[in-house]
């Protein structure tokens, strides 16, 4: 099968290191192993060949042009609310345009079997009247159909094959207001390979430590004020305990509001702290007692993650919002941590509270303080959770579980046991 993959214009045509850009490389990366794989991005300055060979996927760099960073400066009024929050600049036909005009084009001369499309939903029209033989799929990793005009979207969708939701919460969401519109799930995943625990650097921490980690963007949907306000109270039992914060803040991480549900009461109480830098006021939430055991690292590699996690005891995602997945939360059970994070989007279908970790109330700090509590005051529980969370990381959320499921989808769009699926398992 002849696959071709893309995503925004801001990715680059080469193995991304950070960013949306991993989710659709680590499904590449795999089924290259049996199966012919393009992946399109855009070309970097130091760029010498528009077109190269790695790991069995065939990079096309497509060359930014000026008419797209013309329009690009368009971006900014969805930021301050030019256009109606349904009809955002970023979901029009006019963002990016030419970029994706260059590879529909490009595709042309592919003549590919499926042609994966991620996030940008926007731009299927295109690329279908530029390849009318192609089955379209569409992989999605947010709320933004069900969030954004239902008429614009609808006509959209007229030229897509099949939908992908990274979750159940995803799927079901664009089922109950699509229903004419195939919709799957393929779950993200996690490199069990990669992320597994090291015994003889775990067995070197400090005893009597004990490490709370949180991983991803520092922005308000992610709840780290609520984060800090249970940490708060957690200290002055625990004394010794220590809270890491690894992620992006300030523009690099805060999500714009617009792009929020805030017809969700949760996700409205976050406004305020769209008024000024978050960053700063997540500092001035720290108690004094606390001031010297809350660590921001800042943003980090996917890849060199590893290290953090394997230094943590407990892995915290206290999402306000509805989660769509959750990446953190399946690298964190990959590395026998146990989970908290809150009963909000895709949540539950990754963490099985009082098995691999614990669920609580969105935006409730004195739940998350509890809760951290009950783990902290037990270590065997804290192992046991850990255990089965590596298992169900394992067995559910693998990228070579992900892979042989997603293409089980292709296959089915065909209708025909014309492609046999092959998969890998290293």
Request: hydrophobic share 40%; with cysteine.
């Amino acid at each position: 099968m002849k696959i071709a993959f893309f995503d925004y214009i801001w990715t680059l045509a080469e193995p991304p290191k950070f960013g949306s850009g991993i989710l659709c490389y680590q499904l590449a990366l795999r089924l290259a192993r049996s199966n012919n794989v393009i992946f399109y991005g855009s070309k970097a300055p130091d760029h010498q060949e528009l077109e190269y060979t790695q790991d069995g996927i065939t990079y096309h760099r497509i060359s930014t042009n000026l008419i797209d960073k013309i329009l690009g400066w368009l971006r900014v009024l969805d930021d301050w609310n030019f256009f109606s929050r349904k009809r955002p600049f970023y979901a029009s036909r006019l963002c990016d345009f030419r970029y994706y005009w260059q590879i529909g084009k490009d595709l042309q001369s592919q003549n590919c079997d499926v042609i994966q499309i991620n996030f940008t939903f926007h731009v299927a029209p295109l690329i279908r009247a530029l390849n009318p033989q192609a089955k379209i799929v569409v992989f999605l990793q947010t709320e933004w159909l069900t969030q954004l005009d239902h008429q614009m979207v609808a006509k959209q969708l007229e030229a897509v094959d099949l939908i992908i939701g990274c979750s159940n919460y995803i799927t079901n969401k664009i089922r109950n207001q699509f229903p004419t519109i195939p919709c799957e799930t393929v779950f993200n995943g996690v490199d069990i390979n990669h992320f597994k625990v090291n015994p003889e650097v775990k067995n070197t921490q400090k005893e009597g430590i004990v490490t709370l980690l949180f991983v991803g963007r520092v922005s308000p949907e992610k709840g780290i004020h609520i984060l800090l306000q249970a940490f708060n109270q957690v200290i002055l039992k625990y004394p010794q305990v220590q809270l890491k914060i690894v992620g992006p803040e300030d523009q690099y991480g805060v999500l714009p509001v617009q792009m929020l549900d805030t017809e969700d009461p949760y996700v409205e109480n976050l406004i305020p702290f769209y008024q000024g830098k978050y960053s700063q006021q997540l500092r001035q939430i720290i108690s004094a007692h606390a001031a010297s055991s809350v660590s921001f690292v800042g943003p980090i590699k996917q890849l060199d993650l590893v290290e953090h996690y394997q230094k943590a005891d407990i892995f915290v995602f206290p999402s306000v919002w509805n989660e769509p997945f959750g990446i953190p939360l399946v690298e964190a059970m990959a590395m026998e941590l146990p989970i908290i994070a809150t009963h909000s989007g895709a949540f539950p279908e990754i963490v099985e509270d009082e098995k691999t970790g614990l669920l609580v109330e969105r935006a409730n700090p004195d739940a998350l303080a509890t809760a951290i509590l009950q783990l902290l005051e037990d270590k065997n529980l804290r192992d046991v959770m850990g255990k089965a969370a590596r298992k169900q990381a394992v067995n559910k959320f693998s990228w070579e579980k992900i892979n042989e499921n997603l293409l089980i989808k292709y296959q089915n769009l065909f209708g025909s046991d014309k492609y046999v699926v092959k998969t890998k398992i290293s």
